[in-house]
Nanobody, 123 residues
């Protein structure tokens, strides 16, 4: 059992920045961020793999968001810059602890989820 505790989020004006953090209570294969806006499906934002240090981003956030991690404390961060109103959503941290053939860009391979953090970007 891995617990994920998210922090960060809030209200920011368009063009501003926010940072989310997610602390995991155990070891993971990969950790990522997804978001879900009202009435929409949960969508992939970014992911980092612990064993390769590779990172991947959704096209919609590429160049504006950065995912990073602190291995010493099993924590992953999402630095969000140049925020837009369309970035408004609940952001969820996700952790994969079991190898899976499912795409890392879908929610399927992730075994644990954080409680969610509201990010609201005003125009």
């Amino acid at each position: 059992q891995v617990q994920l505790v998210e922090s960060g989020g809030g209200l920011v004006q368009a063009g501003g920045s926010l940072t989310l953090s997610c602390a995991a209570s155990g070891r993971t294969i990969s950790m990522g961020w997804f978001r879900q806006a009202p009435g929409k499906k949960r969508e992939f934002v970014a992911v980092t793999r612990w064993n390769t240090n590779n990172t991947y981003y959704a096209n919609s956030v590429q160049g504006r968001f950065a995912i990073s991690r602190d291995n010493a404390v099993n924590t992953v961060y999402l630095q969000m810059n140049s925020l837009k109103p369309e970035d408004t959503a609940v952001y969820y941290c996700a952790a994969q602890v079991v190898w899976s053939s499912a795409s890392m860009f879908s929610p399927a391979p992730y075994n644990y989820w954080g409680q969610g953090a509201q990010v609201t970007v005003s125009s």
